[in-house]
């Protein structure tokens, strides 16, 4: 089974940019779509980018389209999510999750609901503040 781990987060202030990373270990992550996720104080959680196992297909949600970019990294085994012009509102505990794998590597982003089965990371923090 595949094991994913965030790292990237850390306080920056407004307009500034990080570069999140979800690395796999026990399974090529090329085999997964990843999906990014992330929860602020008080609020449900909230799918924000994906990216199908191929490659392929991205999504991102309304208000981080433009603003963030999803990217495989194979040959790391990574997905990096860049996010650019954070915002407060930007604050939250970003988590990265595997759906299941398929053979040969799918090209659809699964629905958010498709990840509550899946594998998950413990998350990384990110404080956007001036």
């Known amino acids: 089974q595949v094991q994913v781990v965030e790292s990237g987060g850390g306080l920056v202030q407004p307009g500034d940019s990080l570069r999140l990373s979800c690395t796999a270990s026990?399974?090529?992550?090329?085999?997964?779509?990843i999906g990014w996720f992330r929860q602020a104080p008080g609020k449900e959680r909230e799918g924000i980018s994906c990216i199908s196992a191929s490659g392929w297909t991205t999504y991102y949600l309304d208000g981080v389209e433009g603003r963030f970019t999803i990217s495989r990294e194979n040959a790391k085994n990574t997905v990096y999510l860049q996010m650019n012009s954070l915002k407060p509102e930007d604050t939250a505990v970003y988590y990265c999750a595997a759906e299941r794998p398929t053979i040969p590597p799918g090209s659809n982003c699964p629905l958010p609901v498709e990840f509550e089965s899946g594998f998950w990371g413990q998350g990384t923090q990110v404080t956007v503040s001036s």
């Open positions: 026990g399974w090529p992550l090329n085999y997964y779509a």
